[in-house]
């Protein structure tokens, strides 16, 4: 049998070379078994052959999820991955709504395809643990050792460039090298482990601060090395930490259990006795680790803005919930009930849920900011939006929230919670009713707040609104369910 067609890559990334080819050769009526991809470089296919794809012509329109799916699936190991995503492709011609088939077997291997490569990238972030060396110049080099299980390299060095913008620093693994100088970023060729710098003495300083977050309440061996396999282990200083403290761990969970107690013990009832609502589901383990953490949100002093709050409003619903919802920050009936979303706004927000076919209750509800900003006016608290340090602040507990419920789909209502959850200024206009890429590689949602909904002057416009708020809640009901399917 000869190929009708051979398309060769540029790289095993080469996401924009499989685009123009396969635009072609959709257009052209090309079927999937005419066509042989191959990676410039690789072993090629010394029997087959074929002509140069046809060059593209007029474009047609795939939805935006399929274009992020291609992107990370481009990105697997799997050597089919070409040949399946350009069968997706032919079907999306055929049927722009093909994406919405959650039973197709196809898009199901190559939605986990993406989810892999998102967990590896997420893997990148956190595991890449740098060397300090000298240059040849004198200056000083970061150095990184890293394997990752698919071609991720060019995809995530943006995140490294963003993040270390003002160091010197190298990445290496074997596949490829890259490396940033303050201004450029190259790309070199693949090196092996023994090319990358032993300890330093930065690692005393990793080994601190891993200790001073271990939390032993949440010590899940099975979890653990599922989330931070072995196979890193040798390049972070901190693991070698981690036989000692696990050993330790039912001790200090015990402690910090009874520490726990006395503190609540401490604070005034008004503030005990309408806000131990809370959480759900999850096991004893996860339910003793989101009180500890929830306690001690309580005497959270991250910012300024406990000084005149009733309360922390802490989050609050189902511990195994496939949604999270984010709104911005406690009102002031939420400020003085200790709960989020008991005010006009959420009695808007329930409403719109239930007529979306979402059970409040099977969710998890909580704010970016979990503290009331205000200004007094005569008697009346008038809300004031949080600022962005004020956001950066309260992060962290949004994140504790996350990684305890780990929600395959999380919502941001409105844009503080967009802010908060992207770490950058997200449109609502422009980024509503479609998945977003979270860090930790699960999906993020991004709609109005229900409060927006209030403060529309005009009826028609309202109405109009809130069905578009309820048609978000719908699509993402439809997507949680897919997911946990």
């Not at 799916?69 to 040949?83: M, S």
């Not at 507990?397 to 780990?406: A, L, S």
């Amino acid at each position: 049998m000869i190929d009708a067609y051979r398309v060769v890559l540029a790289g095993p990334d080469d996401f924009d070379g499989w685009r123009d080819a396969a635009r072609g050769l959709a257009e052209a009526g090309v079927p999937t078994s005419a066509i042989v991809w191959e990676v410039e470089g690789e072993d090629a296919d010394l029997f087959a052959s074929g002509a140069a794809p046809p060059e593209p012509g007029p474009s047609f329109a795939v939805p935006r999820d399929f274009i992020s799916l291609a992107k990370a699936a481009v990105c697997h190991r799997d050597p089919e991955r070409f040949a399946l995503l350009y069968a997706m492709l032919l079907r999306l011609r055929d049927n722009r709504k093909a994406m919405e088939d959650r039973a197709d077997p196809l898009l199901d291997r190559l939605e986990r395809m993406a989810k892999e490569v998102r967990r590896d990238a997420h893997k990148m972030h956190a595991f890449v643990r740098f060397r300090e060396v000298l240059d040849p110049d004198g200056g000083t080099r970061f150095v990184a050792w890293f394997e990752p299980d698919n071609h991720i390299v060019r995809r995530e060095a943006g995140f490294f460039v963003r993040r270390f913008s003002n160091m010197r620093w190298s990445i290496l693994t074997p596949e490829l090298s890259i490396h940033w100088d303050g201004e450029t970023l190259t790309e070199g060729p693949g090196a092996t482990r023994a090319e990358a710098p032993g300890g330093d003495p930065v690692e005393e300083t990793w080994k601190t601060y891993y200790a001073s977050i271990f939390n032993p309440a949440r010590v899940k061996v099975k979890a653990m090395l599922k989330e931070m396999p072995k196979k890193y282990w040798a390049n972070m200083p901190e693991t070698a930490l981690v036989p000692s403290l696990l050993a330790g761990a039912q001790a200090r969970e015990a402690a910090m259990i009874e520490m726990s107690r006395q503190h609540e013990g401490s604070m005034p009832k008004r503030i005990l006795t309408s806000d131990r609502v809370p959480a759900s589901g999850g096991g004893g383990n996860l339910a003793k680790t989101w009180d500890a953490i929830r306690a001690e949100a309580m005497s959270c002093t991250r910012c300024h803005l406990y000084k005149c709050a009733t309360r922390t409003v802490f989050g609050e619903g189902s511990l195994e919930s496939p949604i999270l919802f984010v709104g911005e920050q406690p009102g002031d009936q939420e400020d003085l009930a200790g709960r989020p979303f008991v005010g006009p706004a959420g009695e808007v927000f329930n409403a719109a849920l239930e007529e979306a076919g979402i059970d409040r209750a099977q969710t998890y509800v909580t704010n970016a900011v979990k503290h009331f900003k205000f200004v007094q006016r005569g008697k009346r608290r008038i809300h004031q939006s949080p600022d962005a340090g004020e956001i950066s602040a309260c992060r962290w507990w949004i994140e504790q929230e996350r990684d305890i419920i780990r929600p395959p789909l999380t919502v941001a209502l409105g844009a503080t919670a967009a802010r908060s959850l992207f770490g950058k200024v997200m449109a609502i206009g422009k980024n509503r009713g479609v998945p977003h890429e979270l860090p930790d590689g699960s999906e993020g949602w991004i709609t109005v707040h229900p409060s927006f909904l209030l403060r529309l002057p005009d009826e028609a416009a309202r109405r109009e609104e809130r069905k578009k708020f309820v048609e978000d809640l719908a699509r993402i009901r439809r997507r949680a369910d897919a997911l946990v399917a």
